[in-house]
């Protein structure tokens, strides 16, 4: 179906965007899986381009662009390249609002410029070993000490944890019931704070992942983000439009799959014919195809929302739930249509397969996604 949620200004940044992907990320991915991490130049040229922290304010190094359709053509551009680079929307889409709208002005004044140019890298530390879905259980603690904040515990699963320069960490203030909880930016490099090494996963390898631990680890407090105490709330907050990114890229995924599949179906010879030409698989093409198509303009209508304010908690967690589900049928579909080939490293579906399957786990696994969706409609009877 033609899409309406692009205009030509869009479209200009999409081809720009692509081009830096092609000259400065897919020669190098197989580099960056190795070392597990994409590397800091390319990061730095990202800022410098404009392509990090743009919805900042342009006297802080930002451009003043508060438009998530620019986060969505960014998050397509990065499914086409099948590069996995999680920076991006972990940057622009999941830090941007805890950045920008929990920060006080000499916070904005002293992270903004530098995570705008690419040379503050920022994770975000919520995920502990026995806390995942039940954030609620989270154990690691910030016991004030005048002036100063003393953190003890670990993170998990951290996307950027090995790299980052500073880390945004969900903490115990208070009480075990949602409101006993605290974001603390900690920077690398403060005694008692260590960055993992890189996890060892099963896909998404160009992007660092690891755990992060705090032993005795003393911030300001002028380092507390957002209210105090309140924590737990502001990750509630922001968490419509993780799930909407996630979801951008589950449809995109699938887009890109289906594209590759139909490729390779209409040249592929068995039987004496394309694979294509086998009812049964053109019957799976199209329903697969229908799918996509119906979920995309769906999501579209969730951008625009989120754009407005509008964007509810039960629609991004369902929307996240339908379009990751949708991308793990499409994709490992089309795999198995690549038969052996599918199966072996140097065909590009077998890396979007691998990259797909945490996509129905992170952000809130598709599960919890459906009870939430489910709570909220017998919650309204
Ligand atoms: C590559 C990667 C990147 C990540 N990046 C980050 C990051 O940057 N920051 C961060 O804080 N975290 C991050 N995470 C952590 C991620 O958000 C968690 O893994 C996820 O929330 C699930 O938590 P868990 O792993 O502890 O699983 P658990 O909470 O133990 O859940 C395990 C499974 O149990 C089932 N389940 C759980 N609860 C329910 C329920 N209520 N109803 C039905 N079934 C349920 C689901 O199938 C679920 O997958 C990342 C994880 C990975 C693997």
């Known amino acids: ?40 130049e390319f990061i730095r040229e990202a800022g410098e381009s404009g392509f990090l922290g743009f919805e900042l304010d342009p006297e802080l190094g930002g451009l003043g662009i508060d438009d ?4 969505a053509i960014m998050t397509e551009e990065v499914v086409a390249a099948n590069i996995a680079a999680d920076l991006f929307s972990m940057q622009n889409d999941i ?29 975000l530390g919520m995920t502990e070993p026995e806390a995942g ?30 790299t980052c320069d500073l880390a945004i960490v969900l903490t115990r203030t208070g009480e075990r019931d949602g409101r006993g909880t605290t974001f603390v930016a900690v920077e690398a490099g403060t ?70 599949g139909l490729e390779h179906l209409t040249q592929r010879i068995a039987f004496g014919e394309p694979l294509a030409d086998m009812q049964s698989i053109r019957m799976m093409l199209a329903h697969l195809h229908i799918e ?20 509810t908690a039960e629609e991004a967690a369902g929307v996240k739930a339908k379009a990751t589900d949708l991308q793990w049928e499409v994709v490992d579909q089309v795999l198995q249509y690549f038969g052996g080939y599918g199966y072996m490293e140097e065909t590009p579906i077998a890396r979007i397969w691998r990259d797909a399957r945490i996509q129905r786990i992170y952000g ?6 459906l009870d939430l969706v489910g709570r909220r409609l017998v919650a309204r009877r």
């Open 364 to 369: 809130g696994a598709n599960e919890v996604m």
């Open 95 to 123: 830090i941007l609002p805890y950045l920008r709208d929990l920060t006080t002005d000499e916070q904005r004044q002293r992270w903004h410029p530098p995570f705008a140019a690419g040379n503050l890298v920022v994770s």
């Open 292 to 311: 996509t198509d119906i979920l995309e303009t769906y999501i579209d209508r969730c951008v625009l929302a989120l754009n407005d304010g509008q964007l």
């Open 133 to 162: 879905s039940d954030l609620a259980a989270i154990k690691t603690t910030a016991r004030r000490d005048g002036d100063m904040l003393v953190l003890n515990g670990s993170k998990t699963f951290i996307t950027s944890g090995a």
């Open 68 to 71: 998530f359709r620019y986060n």
């Open 1 to 40: 179906m033609h899409r309406t949620l692009y205009d030509s200004e869009h479209e200009s940044f999409r081809k720009a965007f692509r081009t830096f992907l092609d000259r400065r990320a897919v020669p190098f991915i197989e580099k960056w899986e190795e070392a597990g991490t994409p590397d800091r």
């Open 191 to 260: 005694p008692g704070f260590e960055r993992g090494r890189p996890m060892h996963k099963i896909g998404r390898k160009g992007q660092d992942t690891a755990e992060l631990f705090f032993d005795d680890c003393r911030v300001p407090v002028s380092n507390i983000i957002g209210e105090p105490g309140r924590g737990f709330g502001a990750a509630v907050g922001n968490l419509p439009r993780e799930r909407l990114s996630i979801a951008v890229s589950g449809v995109a995924s699938a887009r890109h799959a289906l594209t590759l």
